[in-house]
T-cell receptor
Framework: NAGVTQTPKFRVLKTGQSMTLLCAQDMNHEYMYWYRQDPGMGLRLIHYSVGEGTTAKGEVPDGYNVSRLKKQNFLLGLESAAPSQTSVYFCASSYGEKAFFGQGTRLTVV | GENVEQHPSTLSVQEGDSAVIKCTYS??????FPWYKQELGKRPQLIIDIRSNVGEKKDQRIAVTLNKTAKHFSLHITETQPEDSAVYFC????????????FGTGTRLKVLA
């Protein structure tokens, strides 16, 4: 039982490049979330999903897209990376109240 | 929109003293309030939570209090130890529908030996 797993753990992108972050959970959770964490700003919700095939915008969705084709996976895409997207990205999943986080992905856009 | 304010942003206490972190939420529909602890370079970990039908909850040295009228909740850590040093986040959520969590900006707690 691995819980919530994110890949990759680290990535450096050049401005304008694209990439996809993968979040996988093996707890059969309905709800999944993508957050970004920046110094002094806490965890801000980018997008979330309330079930397979659903997605919704959070607080800071601009510049990101998501997909939830399978219940266990939640993908976060950056189509054209910008330096402002340099951050630590956390995925989380929940079965209702309690949310569990992945180990994070540190993304640097140069 | 929904907002959670958290204070203080940093807190230093002597080992053995108590620490209190306070949060205020804006959405009156919020009814679930978790607290997460994040050690340096690690993922946030749930340490305690409270639902809106309860005023206080305690788990060993940590406790959370909730004042629904004031939309205010607090984390209390007693007999602090060096391993309590971390960043603590509060959050507010609506336990139905989206279960969307809105987090505070975090409190960096330093316990001085």
């Amino acid at each position: 039982n691995a819980g919530v797993t994110q890949t990759p753990k680290f990535r450096v992108l050049k401005t304008g490049q694209s990439m996809t972050l993968l979040c996988a959970q093996d707890m059969n959770h309905e709800y999944m979330y993508w957050y970004r964490q920046d110094p002094g700003m806490g965890l801000r919700l980018i997008h979330y999903s309330v079930g397979e095939g659903t997605t919704a915008k959070g607080e800071v969705p601009d510049g990101y897209n998501v997909s939830r084709l399978k219940k266990q996976n939640f993908l976060l895409g950056l189509e054209s990376a910008a330096p402002s997207q340099t951050s630590v990205y956390f995925c989380a999943s929940s079965y209702g109240e309690k949310a569990f986080f992945g180990q994070g992905t540190r993304l640097t856009v140069v | 929109g929904e907002n959670v304010e958290q204070h203080p942003s940093t807190l230093s206490v002597q080992e053995g003293d108590s620490a209190v972190i306070k949060c205020t939420y804006s959405d009156s529909a919020s009814n679930y309030f978790p607290w997460y602890k994040q050690e340096l370079g690690k993922r946030p970990q749930l340490i305690i939570d409270i639902r809106s039908n309860v005023g206080e909850k305690k788990d060993q040295r940590i406790a959370v209090t909730l004042n629904k009228t004031a939309k205010h909740f607090s984390l209390h850590i007693t007999e602090t130890q060096p391993e309590d040093s971390a960043v603590y986040f509060c959050a507010a959520s609506i336990v139905s529908g989206t279960y969307k969590y809105i987090f505070g900006t975090g409190t960096r707690l330093k316990v001085l030996a």
